[in-house]
């Protein structure tokens, strides 16, 4: 029964990831197994292998790594652009990498987090390729053939391409997107212990659960229902935008007691002790529905 619960959850959030398909969408055909993956990144959680000869329809190239497709059962994920998987040729002009050099030594990691993802050590003085200002406080690079992050505080550079636009115009929506991904991607990895924050292995409350998601993208926050309730600005649940905390009181006695991410569509993401682990619920009927207290932004 977990396991079909699950199943269910990652089918919710990969459809979740999907815009409306724009006419003329470029058909493609994967020529070699590749994962197919809830966020672009390495560190995104694996869905499934689509197989050699299998069809997809690219939606969009989020950057010069991965491509962002649509399966022939509908679900939404990324894929490596690494053209021995597909022979999708993106039309975009991608902008001329600059220069930078390392301040002071600094850990290289395959993605824009602070988690179990260290490549290596670049000590002070390097000069590496920055190929992007990811956002403000990671820079994508070339280090000598390997891709990877640094932290934006040890290296000093110009002329550097910022994070190629998403199409929301927005940097709160880039973000809210980006925190959701993470999200995600703890699918099946994480479980639920009341009252844990053990990131090492991955065992969180629901609270521990929203405060490292958040952490991951720079937003910090106190451990707790009890601070997160009171943490950024208020908003009505008719005006939820992606990225917003929504809280719940399961006890029914007037205390708040549970805390989601909340990720459009009357969909929200969070740890549930009744899962184990992280799933993806309503808001707009049911149990939850019932149980729903109030909401915060802190984008």
Known sequence: ???????????????????????????????????????????????????????????????????????????????????????????AVTSPASSGTITSSVN???????ANNQIGLIRKGTVVQVLEVTNSYWVKINHNGTVGYISSNYISHSGAPSQPSTGSGSTSSAKADAIIATAQSLSG????????????????????FTQYVYGQHGVSMKWGTRYQQHEGSAVSKSNLKRGDLVFFDTNSNGSINHVGIYMGGGQFIHNKPSSNGVAIDTLNSGYWQDKYVKARRVL
């Open 189 to 208: 990895k994480v479980t639920y212990s009341y009252g844990v924050r053990n990131p090492s292995r991955w065992i969180f409350d629901c609270s521990s």
């Open 108 to 114: 290289f990691r395959s993605a824009p987090r602070v």
């Open 1 to 91: 029964m977990k396991m079909k619960k699950r199943i269910a959850a990652s089918v919710i959030a990969l459809s979740l990831l999907a815009p409306s398909t724009a006419l003329g969408a470029y058909q493609a055909e994967v020529t070699y197994g590749v994962n197919f993956r809830w966020a672009p990144s390495t560190d995104g959680g694996i869905h499934r292998m689509l197989n050699k000869g299998e069809p997809v329809q690219v939606i969009e190239q989020v950057n010069n790594y991965w491509l962002k497709v649509k399966t022939q059962e509908g679900m939404v994920g990324y894929i490596s652009a690494d053209d021995k998987y597909t022979k999708y040729v993106s039309s």
